[in-house]
């Protein structure tokens, strides 16, 4: 790709930049959010067709102008989007030769699309048969039917954009070692990825966007690089401490404690799905909850949070000493919780709205006279305030919500629950595909926080974050907790080995930390 | 402010100026009549009043109440019995009416806010209880209203002696007058006071400038209002209505969660706020707008039949849309839809003048309608990708 420029309405997105992939290498594009790696792959891959960008683009030599993504997938150039593209009440089948059916003499042969169906599935390591529907399947395994689709499509050149963001550890590494196998066969494959040491592990080169450029290509063809040496080029300057340090203030008053807590599943009600679990959080304490994907860690929040999730609850909650019964989102929140979840364009935004009308929402009565009438210049004021005090990039607060970038977004959130002044803030998955700028900038937010005597509940799949921030952290498997382990005591193996061995023999409060 | 984000801004103002000044070169000026422009709004009422409830089920997520011409009907009938057939006066009829509008209300708002019974399928089933009931309340006929003292709530045109003349209506003059100067000096205080706390505002010769259109416009009306008859009093009930809806929605946090929850539902929830009760909130306000509707259509006509209101939903709900109110919910403005429901009247009105037959109004009506959201979605599209 050469000299390609993308405009958009007020932002250079891409400036001339230059990217050269070798036949069968993979190749990883790593950047901050909104340094261009999507839209650069939304070029090639003709998701932005020819015409709307300048340069030009060279594939075995030959340029190429893509109108449509039909057009690069006959060449062999196939993107798998960050939210896949699977319709979830079709099957595995219907989905892989959606718009490329295996035709028959009358209508659509069936018989050839669920056995190359299967087919693919075997190179991709699923065991799950081809009519099995795409919502019954799991996070995981739907990425690994995004890629066999691809296979179907004879792909020569595979695109990836942040394939293991929603995945855990676990499936993360199959994935990535499946990537190695392709490559021995020949394939070649792009990927974008947040997580560097997966960078590392898997990929040939590396390409470094910042601020819709190149910056760099940094070989990696022992990979054994620096995971420092990236985030240099990631951000301009070096960043010495991933976690930035904090004076550990824990006061012995227990803020929240939960005791035997039990959920069951909102619509299979005699499914278990947070099993017995009990708890503490201390004042001015960070406590993190590692596990994999399905462990019931956001089960467990959710449900803490006014029963927002489950059913069949069971257990007691206190705060401060006091049990209290939460029925509803609003006594959580008047009760001093904060939950900001996981999937912040689903649960946490509303996105055709201004970032000022998001950030007071879960609050709205602080803005507003006693007859709810609101000071809309003071809820603007205070969104300033917030944009100020978070960072967060935006020409105005008038902005709709839709129009950031996913740190962007997050920061709002984080906003919109600051605002609600909450005692025990629940983060699920906090950092989930934001770059590493942004991610500290969110740990300082934590840190603030705490310093300030309030308490935060983290749930994350990336164990070096968990270690690097959590004063103690819970590990759970299967709906039980199975381990717990004090900052000093942790490590990655600890946790995995707990996870691994888990769901056995649960254990529950064994000790103070 | 550049020209395209003035033109995407003010587009249905701007249409509505351009409509209005075709239909008045169309009609020969006939459009611009002092009779004409009066009739206009009090022609259209039951559309003002009734698109302020739908806008608010609108925002909930493009959910629309089908069965507002048959409450309108219910209720307008079982007024009209209660003054022929009871000879009751005309405050008891009011409360009581309006009543079973809130008994609807809850009725609709009840299955549809805490049931989950989807809101096309209940208002669609409500459409034709209400419109069989009101036949049952009818029993089948036309009944006439001749309570004097209720039809001039409603019917009636303020007449102050001494100021008034069969001529000239001077009380519309003097009204438009104060409320142009009020509202140059509210404007004045409220600039001040946000100079003063450092919010960030309008640039003064913007505001001042629309201001000014406003105020010119408003002499405009009362000017052609005092030619002829003066100030009607629905205009009055229609401004109450329209007044308080612009507040809810723009001003409180109950009309905050509208948008809410049409925006994000999940999100909503999850911020404390019930959409239950957003929901049943939204379908009960509508009902009893509708109810009230009903009583001054009836007031208009002088009589009611089974048929009163038939397809009023539809005028409601267009409106809206062409209104700029977002048909997937979470945006639109009771500003907005009011200029879709004169520009609704406008073009309705223009065509009765002209002549033009009825078959053809109905396709001119729909072609405006998809054009208008067709135009919304395109534009939202563009902007919402970049």
Known sequence: ???????????????????????????????????????????????IPYGEYTGSILYDGKECQFRNINDSEKLGIVIIHQELALVPELSIGENMFLGNERKGKMGIDWDETYS??????????????ATTLIKDIGTGKQQLVEIAKALSKNVKLLILDEPTSSLNEEDSKMLLDMLLKFKTEGMTSIIISHKLSEVAYVADKITVLRDGATIETIDNSGHNIDEDRIIKGMVGRELTERFPARERKIRDDVVMEVKNWSVHHPVYTEKTVVNNVSFKLHKGEIIGFSGLQGAGRTELAMSLFGRSYGSNISGKEFLNGKEVHLHTEREAIENGLAYVTEDRKTNGLVLIDTIARNNTMARLEKVCNKYGIIDVPMENKIAEDYKKAMNTKTPTVQQHVGNLSGGNQQKVLLSKWMFADPEVLILDEPTRGIDVGAKYEIYCIMNDMVNKGKSVIMISSELPELLGMCDRIYVMNEGNLVGQFSAEEATQEKIMGAILKGGKEPVNERKEA | MKVSGFVKKYTMTIALVVVFVFFTMLTKGKLVYAQNISNLLLQNAYVLVMACGMLLCILTGGNVDLSVGSTLCLVGAVAAQLMDKNNMGALPTVLIAMAIAVVIGIWQGFWIGYVHIPPFICTLAGMFLFRGLARVVLAAKTVNISNEAFLNTFISYINVPGLDTKEAHLSAIVVGAIVSVLLLVFTVINRAKRAKKGYDQEAAPIAFAKIIIADALIMV?????????????????ILLVVLIFAFITSKTAFGRYFYAVGGNEKATKLSGIDPRKVYFWAYCLMSILAGFSGLLVAARIGSVDGSMGNSYEMDAIGSCFIGGASAYGGSGSVMGIMIGAVLLGVINQGMSIYGLPDEWQYVVKGAVLLVAVIFDVVSNHKTGKA
Do not use: F
């Open chain 2, 221 to 237: 009306y009362c000017v052609k209002l005092s030619q002829y008859k003066g100030i009607p009093v629905m205009l009055l009930w």
């Open chain 1, 116 to 129: 190359q169906a299967t087919k693919h599935l075997k190179d991709v390591g699923l065991k799950d048969k």
């Open chain 1, 1 to 47: 790709m050469k000299n390609i420029t993308k405009l958009y309405p007020g932002v250079k997105a891409l400036d001339n930049v230059n990217l050269e992939v070798a036949r069968g290498e993979v190749h990883a594009l790593v950047g901050e959010n909104g340094a261009g790696k999507s839209t650069l792959m939304n070029v090639l891959s003709g998701t």
